[in-house]
């Protein structure tokens, strides 16, 4: 299975928005709801920050929201801080019952 | 409390077989729904997805790894095994447990294990 495909970096300022894509095929994206967001800090394991494409876990602050639209995923950051400063990735079910990420994206906090 | 734990060698040769255990507490390997899954990252670079084991027994493999990985479970001592046979330098990385849920998140993470592969 080939990787979803994430851009490589984004940025912004503190207090406003970005959004990370996370494009894949009508094979894994577009044809389940099973998408789910990771961020990671350097040196650290990822943290699950959305699941099924949109549902946040107890404890992820509400900035942090997912969306999808035909094979596109989509995470949206509001209220940009310093903290989230970090690696994002996107995964996703499969049509073979696997799972794949996304390459990561590296978001800058200006 | 749910925790998970990696454990093995730090070093291994090339062609020789790694074997990885995932020790998990706070949950059941036999919790309906639920299982673990091995993900690995090279230094610098991207998650990579390598296996998944359910508690139903059901097994998956990245399809470019499958000749080379073996995943089983212990319910009995609550670990999780992979094994990967012919190691290669590329195969360099941090390896992750994770338990995995019905819905294909990860929802705990395990710190991690580097295990570097070289002569």
């Known amino acids: 299975q080939s990787a979803l495909t994430q851009p490589a970096s984004v940025s912004g300022s503190p207090g406003q928005s970005i959004t990370i894509s996370c494009t894949g095929t009508?094979?894994?994206?577009?044809?389940?709801?099973?998408v789910s967001w990771y961020q990671q800090h350097p040196g650290k394991a990822p943290k699950l920050m959305i699941y099924?494409?949109?549902n946040r876990p107890s404890g992820v602050s509400n900035r942090f929201s997912g969306s999808k639209s035909g094979n596109t995923a989509s995470l949206t950051i509001s209220g940009l801080q310093a903290e989230d400063e970090a690696d994002y990735y996107c995964s996703s079910y499969t049509s073979s019952s696997k799972m794949v990420f996304g390459g990561g994206t590296k978001l800058t906090v200006l | 409390q749910v925790t998970l734990k990696e454990s093995g060698p730090v070093l291994v040769k090339p062609t020789e077989t790694l074997t990885l255990t995932c020790t998990v507490s706070g949950f059941s390997l036999s919790n309906a729904r639920m299982g673990v899954s091995w993900i690995r990252q090279p230094p610098g670079k991207a998650l990579e997805w390598l296996a998944h084991?359910?508690?139903?027994?059901?097994?998956s493999y990245s399809t470019s790894l499958k000749s080379r990985l073996t995943i089983s479970k212990d319910t009995s001592k609550s670990q999780v095994v992979l094994t990967m046979t012919n190691m290669d330098p590329v195969d360099t990385a941090t390896y992750y447990c994770?338990?995995?849920?019905?819905?294909?998140?990860?929802?705990?993470w395990g710190q991690g294990t580097l295990v570097t592969v070289s002569s």
């Open positions: 099924e494409v949109s």
């Open positions: 084991i359910f508690s139903n027994d059901e097994k």
């Open positions: 994770a338990r995995i849920r019905y819905d294909i998140s990860l929802d705990y």
């Open positions: 009508s094979s894994d994206v577009g044809g389940y709801n099973y």
